[in-house]
């Protein structure tokens, strides 16, 4: 399907304004989720554990691609685990 073919969700000459943007204008899922605290102090122990993890990479292994890609399924682990925590119903 070519991009003339495809429905239009934005037109780029169409001014942005906040009222797009506001929470409620949202899909569900692209929404912010404000965090009850039980959430939050989960999101910072998982962030502890994490950057206790990215510091052992540091520390024990050399740069490269295997590394890399270590550093960047971490990053995507991280943000799943969070993402779930805000989630939580």
Not at 9 to 23: G, H, I, P, R, S
Not at 48 to 66: G, N, P, Q, V
């Amino acid at each position: 399907m070519s991009q003339q073919d495809s429905p239009m969700v934005y037109d780029e000459n169409e001014e942005l304004t906040e009222e797009m943007f506001k929470n409620e204008n949202l899909h569900k899922l692209a929404q912010y989720t404000e965090c009850n605290e039980t959430q939050k102090m989960k999101i910072n122990a998982i962030r502890y554990a994490f950057s206790e993890m990215y510091k052992c990479i540091d520390e024990f292994c050399d740069d490269s691609r295997e590394t890399s890609l270590a550093r960047t399924k971490l990053e995507e682990a991280q943000m799943w685990a969070i993402k779930g925590i805000t989630r939580e119903v």
